[in-house]
């Protein structure tokens, strides 16, 4: 496979995690503030974060690559 191919394979695969697992996260702590706990929790959990992920991944695949760049840029400022 070619090098830009893995670029981009290693970019999805990033962004498929990264949403998911700050996804879960948020939803948990979101769904938890609004709601609190109690037997019904993972029934508002489940479907928040769902709706969640489908928001994060295509964002953190688009936006990745422009926080990567306005890190960099920021970092030269430290040279």
Do not use: C
């Not at 695969?13 to 979101?30: E, N, Q």
């Not at 109690?38 to 926080?67: C, M, N, S």
């Amino acid at each position: 496979m070619s090098e830009m191919r893995l670029s981009r394979l290693r970019q999805l695969i990033f962004g498929f995690y990264m949403s998911g697992i700050m996804s879960l996260l948020m939803s948990g702590v979101i769904t938890f503030i609004n709601t609190g706990i109690d037997g019904e929790f993972h029934y508002r959990w489940g479907p928040a974060f769902l709706v969640a992920w489908a928001v994060a991944f295509p964002l953190v695949t688009f936006i990745a690559p422009l926080a990567g760049k306005m890190t960099e840029f920021t970092m030269r400022r430290f040279d």
